[in-house]
């Protein structure tokens, strides 16, 4: 198993930043990529961005070029710096690592989310 821990997630203006850190603990040798979700009220949850073991990253349309995903492999955490926040960044953020590749998911595990709210 594996357990993921977020923080950072909180309130702030549009043009402001803020930035999302998740930790993995337990079986972290079984994590192939790790990256992060949201989903607003009503709606879908939908890919943010994503960061393989191998440092490959991936990124939603929306956000590219605002926000930017690392990830620190000693402290076994990844991080989302986001930059440049708009109204519709507003989301419940979580936090998900898998085992296998975003295209053949063979096992996942999510944190349990942190809330982003940006005033415009």
């Known amino acids: 198993q594996v357990q993921l821990l977020e923080s950072g997630g909180g309130l702030v203006q549009a043009g402001g930043s803020l930035r999302l850190s998740c930790a993995a603990s337990g079986s972290i040798w079984s994590i192939n990529a790790m990256g992060w979700f949201r989903q607003a009220p009503g709606k879908q949850r939908d890919l943010v961005a994503d960061?393989?073991?191998?440092?490959?990253?991936n990124y939603a349309d929306s956000v590219k070029g605002r926000f930017t995903i690392s990830r620190d492999s000693n402290k076994n955490t990844v991080y989302l710096q986001m930059n440049s926040l708009k109204p519709e960044d507003t989301a419940v953020y979580y936090c998900?690592?898998?085992?296998?590749?975003?295209?053949?998911?063979?096992?996942?595990?999510w944190g349990q989310g942190t809330q982003v709210t940006v005033s415009s």
């Open positions: 960061i393989t073991t191998g440092g490959s990253t």
């Open positions: 998900n690592a898998l085992r296998g590749s975003r295209y053949a998911v063979r096992q996942q595990w």
